[in-house]
């Protein structure tokens, strides 16, 4: 990533040290860095910074859904059993943490909006890539955990609607 806080980054060295246990983890783990990094931003008073910092997330997401599609198409097989239970808990676990990002971030979108700025094109370019990164992860979990595919289904319609709601909002 190019640009992250510290918390983001230490949340993406635990979260690579995590993936090898189970290669959902340090997706989701990225995904949420990037909504957080998303919400800081925008909360930023500097209007200044906020435009330097949202094509740098934009990248960093756009970078992640590469990663994504990879994992994705070099996955063979369902986990077994009990990693696919671990995987549903991991799921809802980040579905409830990125609901409430989003929820932050459509907030901090409502007023930033208001703000003289160029800044539309560039939050709907990060709404954008978050939503490509959302779909592929879910899309990538019932691969390896079918046996959660309903839950997951819900849950990402759930934050599809939300970042549909970002967009709009810009």
């Given at each position: 990533m ?70 994705v ?14 995987t ?46 959302v779909?592929g ?13 309903d ?13 549909a709601n ?5």
């Amino acid at each position: 990533m190019r640009f992250t806080t510290p918390l983001s980054a230490i949340t993406l060295m635990v979260a690579s040290v995590k993936a090898a246990e189970n290669p959902i983890i340090g997706l989701v783990d990225r995904i949420t860095s990037i909504s957080q990094d998303f919400d800081n931003a925008l909360e930023d008073p500097n209007p200044v910074r906020i435009i330097e910092t949202l094509p740098h997330l934009a990248y960093d997401g756009a970078n992640l859904v590469a990663t994504i599609v990879s994992d994705v198409t070099g996955w063979k097989n369902p986990l077994d059993n009990d990693d696919q239970l671990k995987t549903c808990a991991t799921l809802k676990k980040f579905a409830t943490t990125e609901e409430k990002l989003l929820t932050a971030i459509l907030n901090d979108v409502v007023k930033v909006a208001t703000l003289p700025l160029p800044i539309g094109g560039l939050i709907g370019l990060v709404a954008s890539a978050l939503k490509e990164a959302v779909d592929g992860i879910f899309g990538f979990s019932v691969k390896i955990a079918p046996v959660c595919s309903d839950a997951a289904n819900k849950d990402k319609a759930a934050l599809t609607d939300l970042i549909a709601n970002i967009k709009t909002a810009i």
